[in-house]
């Protein structure tokens, strides 16, 4: 009885430390990916393609729409691209992105408008959309100290 306690912890310990080291690499190359998808891009070259898919909204909101996504990446300063997956390309957690939104919720309450926005909801500029059609860019400024701005 002994023996197979013994051999059951060994595997189960054993298991854990295997699967602790297969996370701990997998959040390794995600970083090294961004690392690396970082160093090919250009700030000045992502802030004009991510203005440019909404050019009827403000450049304010538009640019405080982009760090509310950029904030979900787990490396400071990646440029994002409008076409960039969220998941595959940028290892974002869709836990994540929908407790932004619960928070966002907490500080402004509700959407200005539905959320349902147009376009990839797995992409950037989708999610940048619907970040913008609910008014929550600015998060967490609250919304009466954030100076958004009226023309989305």
């Known amino acids: 009885m002994t023996s197979t306690i013994t051999v059951t912890l060994a595997a189960v310990v054993g298991g854990l430390a295997l699967m602790g080291a297969w996370i701990f690499g997998s959040a390794w190359l995600l970083r090294r990916r961004l690392v690396r998808l970082r160093a090919t891009r250009r700030a000045a070259d992502a802030d004009a393609l991510c203005r440019a898919a909404f050019p009827d909204t403000d450049a304010a909101n538009v640019r405080a729409a982009y760090r509310w996504v950029q904030e979900l990446v787990a490396v400071d300063d990646v440029p994002l ?9 940028l290892g ?7 407790d932004k939104f619960e928070a966002s919720y907490e500080c402004y309450g509700p959407e200005a408008v ?26 967490p400024t609250p919304r009466n100290a954030a100076g958004a701005s009226a023309n989305r």
């Open 114 to 139: 539905d959320t349902a926005a147009p376009g990839d909801p797995s992409t950037v500029q989708g999610l940048m959309a619907s970040v913008l059609a609910a008014g929550y860019e600015f998060y």
């Open 81 to 89: 691209h409008p076409g960039d997956h969220l998941q595959s390309t």
């Open 92 to 98: 974002i957690d869709l836990g994540h992105i929908e």
